[in-house]
């Protein structure tokens, strides 16, 4: 890097070839902060279904708290302690929330077609997030370490072996499927949940089936 | 009618018709405020279910005639993990759905040499008597032709003897009676967790052989049926006690319910049907996951207007009609 003068500071259109530039123009074209923090929506977005997305946002920042205080605490705290019992339990009901609430958002996003108009990627980053979900879930269930978590060791494998899966991703082996629940799951979760989240403001909200205006022919 | 492109050309647009405030930030913060009190709420009315964990020590306490008999079968061959085929070994070929064969493709990833590693290794690491620790030398120094033949001809007995050994017929069973009851002995005593688990090293996080042995035997199955646990009793959704458990299984959890699988004396989808329901899973959720994709499955909620009560207000305030 050679110093140079002010005046070659100065953004020429040699510039907006820079890759810091390109990515910056393409999110300021793609989703301007006034398309990120909205502060009005189209007269249709006015339904309870709405709320069932940041309802299941909610509901993950519940689990990510009580979760973090477990796994700091350890599995042997929760069979223990009364304290322990209880962030158990505000990690078991956040999930049984969560579950509720996303699949009444998969449904109702279900019948309103809200793939429609270009939100395709919106629909599959859910699904994706709604399996990713399911993998966290059951992996959660596994590392209780109590008698529903061997039942349910001994009864998954033989899916997973079925198929093969089981050659690489082993109920049984408790070290294994606790980093997969802690670390890796989470994070693909809440990776995956931003990119559905911007696509959604990037799209704005899908306009009502049939909506498109009568024009006289 | 509209064309179709114009339709998708509009859906697609940014939004120029009336818009009304609307405080996203706000309602995040409501939505955070007010679920993080329901929590709170149900974990204290409702807390969690925790039932103990289940140990090789009770199961030598409180029903050593069965664990007896399981070690026999460990021995032997007999039991389910010696002839389960891959991850853990080649006694079988594993689960197909028709020409693929997953799980004998896939391999032995994770061997299991069932009757040294469940019986043979844990005793050796363990303070023995005179008599069982000659009755080990005995078993070691014999040809595995020998060895299974006294484990064979003891697990005969045994299973004649409805699962009693202290009732099996007298024979020549080798050193196999006075192992399996060695065995009983140190899994009473609380050792055999830890010996299975770490096999006389220092670090293991993997219970894959616990829970193996587990499984041959009875306690364990007999627990699960208690707790309504069972997989052709929707056991995959069931929670111990009286709480939800993975209820968003029940998609997956079905097909155990009904024909043909849940037979599993039935060929071939009965006996394969682990293999075979995890293809029909697979298939309904790419279904779903692609659905804005597939004609005729992204139509349905045209044709069923739930959307009409959704948007009910703005339809009737636009007084915009339901189109074919
Ligand atoms: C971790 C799980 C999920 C979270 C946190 C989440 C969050 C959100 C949020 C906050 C919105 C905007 C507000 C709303 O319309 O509710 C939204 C919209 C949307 N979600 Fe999800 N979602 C999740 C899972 C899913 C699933 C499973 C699907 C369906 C397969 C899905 C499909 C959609 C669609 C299509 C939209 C756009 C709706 C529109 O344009 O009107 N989401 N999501």
């Known amino acids: 890097m050679t110093t140079q003068n002010l005046e070659s500071e100065t953004p020429t259109p040699e510039d907006s070839k820079m890759w810091t530039a390109r990515l910056r123009n393409a999110w300021q074209r793609n989703l301007p902060i006034d398309k990120l923090l909205p502060d009005t929506q189209p007269a249709y977005v006015a339904s309870w279904i709405y709320v069932f997305g940041v309802l299941t946002i909610a509901a993950f920042v519940d689990i990510l708290i009580s979760g973090l205080i477990l796994a700091f605490a350890g599995p042997a705290w929760y069979h223990t302690s009364s304290l322990g019992l209880f962030v158990n339990s505000l990690h078991f009901w956040g999930v049984q929330l969560f579950f509720v609430f996303m699949v009444v958002h998969l449904w109702g996003k279900f019948w309103m077609a809200a793939w429609r108009g270009r939100r395709t990627a919106t629909w599959i980053t859910g699904m994706v997030a709604f399996l990713a979900s399911i993998g966290t879930a059951f992996t959660g269930y596994l590392i209780q370490t109590n008698f529903d978590a061997q039942w349910i060791a001994f009864e998954a494998k033989d899916g997973f072996n079925a198929v093969g899966i089981g050659a690489f991703f082993t109920p049984t082996n408790i070290g294994q499927i606790m980093l997969i629940h802690v670390a890796l799951l989470p994070l693909v979760l809440g990776v995956i949940t931003v990119m559905h989240v911007l696509l959604v403001r990037k799209h704005g909200v899908v306009p009502p089936i049939d909506a498109l205006p009568e024009i006289e022919a | ?324």
């Open chain 2, 1 to 324: 009618m509209k064309s179709q492109t114009a339709k998708q050309a509009f859906d697609a647009a940014p939004w120029t018709g009336r818009v009304r405030k609307y405080d996203i930030v706000k309602e995040a913060t409501i939505a955070v405020v007010i679920v993080s009190m329901l929590v709170v709420l149900l974990s204290l009315i409702f807390s969690s279910p925790d039932d103990k964990q289940l140990t090789f020590r009770d199961w030598a306490k409180t029903n050593p005639t069965n664990f007896y008999a399981t070690t026999v079968q460990e021995l032997a061959g007999t039991s389910e993990s010696a002839g389960y085929g891959p991850p853990y070994n080649n006694a079988s070929a594993g689960l197909n759905v028709g020409p693929l064969w997953l799980q004998k493709w896939a391999g032995v990833t994770h061997p299991v040499d069932v009757p040294n590693d469940l019986v043979i290794t844990p005793l050796t690491l363990s303070v023995l008597s005179a008599r069982e620790a000659s009755a080990l030398a005995t078993w070691k120094a014999a040809t595995p032709d020998q060895q299974t033949t006294w484990a064979t001809a003891y697990d005969t007995a045994i299973g004649d003897a409805d699962g009693n050994y202290t009732a099996a017929a007298p024979g020549d069973y080798g050193p196999v009676p006075v192992l399996a009851n060695a065995l009983t002995n140190v899994a009473a005593q609380g050792s055999l967790d830890a010996l299975l688990l770490a096999g006389g090293n220092f670090y293991s996080t993997d219970n894959t052989k616990q829970i193996l042995f587990f499984g041959d035997g009875a306690y364990l199955d007999d627990a699960a049926t208690a707790a309504n646990l069972q997989g052709n009793t929707w056991g995959m959704m069931n929670e111990t006690g009286r709480y939800p458990g993975q209820a968003w299984l029940w998609l997956y959890s079905i097909w155990y319910q009904i024909p043909p699988f849940i037979n599993e004396e039935s060929a071939p989808f009965g006996s394969n049907a682990d293999a075979y329901i995890m293809f029909v899973v697979l298939g309904l959720t790419a279904g779903l996951m692609f659905a804005p994709l597939i004609p005729g499955l992204r139509s349905i909620p045209r044709v069923i207007p739930l959307h009409r009560k959704i948007w009910k207000s703005y339809y009737s305030e636009e007084n915009i009609k339901r189109r074919k």
